[in-house]
Structures are given as C-alpha cells and as structure tokens.
C-alpha cells in the first residue's frame, strides 16, 4: 500500500463549480500536512498547510480528518487559473515525508 | 518570502560530461535542502536530502558517485550530475527549508536537462 494516495483524475468542472479532492496517508504517526499545487512543467508551490482544526484561504478550504486518516482541499468558485495539479505531502517527521502522485484539476470555462 | 532559486533553468550537455546544478535559498537560511527529479506526467521522486556541513543522504536507489550533492552554506546547495546520459534527462527541482522555524519545503524553479 502506498504512504500516500490520491485519486489521479482528471477532475473536469466548469467556472464557477466547487470541487474537493481527499488523499489518504497509511501511517497514523504522520505530523504534519500539506497542499501544493504544481502547474505543468512547473515546480510545485505551496498552497496551504492543513492544520487539525482545519484552514481556510479564500476559496480554498483544507481539512484533516485523523479518524479516518486523510486530508481534504476544496476550491470553491473555480477559477480557470486554478487547473493545475494537487499535491498532497505527508510529514511523518522532519526528515520521512510522502508526496501524493496528485490529482489533476481541468477547470474548463 | 521563501523564495528558492535554481540555475540553470535548462541545460542541454553531451553524454558523458558533468553538470552541475545550483540552488539558492534568496531570504530565508536552509538549513535543509532535498533534490528531486521528476519524468514527464510523474510525481517528484526524492533523491536526496542534504543538510548543510554534512554528507548528503541519498534515497535507495539513487547513485550516489553519480549525483554528487554539496551543502556548503545555508543558502546553497549543489547537484553535479557526472557523467551524464541520456536516460539522466529529467527536471531536476530542489526545495529548500529552514528546520527551526517550519516543515514547509519551498521548492526552486527547476533544471530541465537534456543529455544529447
């Protein structure tokens, strides 16, 4: 099983739609947690930390549920600039982390 | 703030030489700094992470002799790829993060290299 998992996609949603992605993580020791975005040949950029009582910046909505062992992002009010890829980052510790493989966003006017 | 930066951003080099690859932490000091490589439409791989004034710790399977990583200051990091490949073409992205202040990794632009 992998450290950590996310649905591929692509999520396809028009201007204006909500869209949530969840990635789930194996090790119920991981401390902390991460959304970054990466945009086609591009290097990724961080989008927001997810904290236990959840965050929120703007439109984006970040949430950690460690019941259940994952993390979700919702984007509210799709933006054509929002497609992009979402990473997902898991930190067991300073030094043991996992990237999602990501899930893919097509917002589509 | 957190701003990381890589040069070159493309590089194109004949098989068999070496190059070499810096990154820059620009406001904030590094304390860490990881090298990743990524193959189109694939998730970054971690190479290694380099501490600064230390050996670098290369992930399984990474060459160490092959990808020579240097940390010799707070801001800067080094990847020398040696004797490079064909198969060594790849975007190579380094992040960079100050421990004492935060997990966040903030990554730099990117190296494309192309081994011809």
């Known amino acids: 099983r992998k450290e950590v998992e996310q649905d591929p996609g692509p999520f396809n949603v028009p201007e204006g739609a909500t869209v949530a992605f969840n990635c789930t993580y194996s090790n119920s020791a991981s401390q902390s947690f991460f959304w970054y975005r990466q945009d086609c040949r591009k290097e990724p950029k961080l989008l927001m930390s997810?904290?236990?009582s959840g965050n929120e910046d703007g439109r984006f909505t970040a949430q950690l549920n460690r019941a259940s062992q994952y993390i979700s992002l919702l984007i509210r009010d799709s933006k054509l600039s929002d497609s992009a890829t979402y990473l997902c980052?898991?930190?067991?510790?300073?030094?043991?982390?996992?990237f999602g493989s990501g899930t893919k966003l097509n917002v589509k006017p | 703030g957190a701003v990381v930066s890589q040069h070159p951003s493309r590089v194109i080099c004949k098989s068999g030489t070496s190059v070499k690859i810096e990154c820059r932490s620009l406001d904030f000091q590094a304390t860490t700094m990881f090298w990743y490589r990524q193959f189109p439409k694939q998730s970054l791989m971690l190479m290694a992470t380099s501490n600064e004034g230390s050996k670098a710790t290369y992930e399984q399977g990474v060459e160490k002799d092959k990808f020579l990583i240097n940390h010799a200051s707070l801001t800067l990091s080094t990847l020398t790829v040696t004797s490079a490949h064909p198969e060594d073409s790849s975007f190579y992205i380094c992040?960079?993060?100050?421990?004492?202040?935060?997990?966040?990794?903030?990554f730099g632009p990117g190296t494309r290299l192309t081994v011809t």
């Open positions: 980052v898991v930190n067991i510790n300073f030094n043991k982390f996992y």
């Open positions: 997810v904290y236990s």
């Open positions: 992040s960079a993060r100050d421990d004492r202040v935060r997990y966040e990794q903030y």
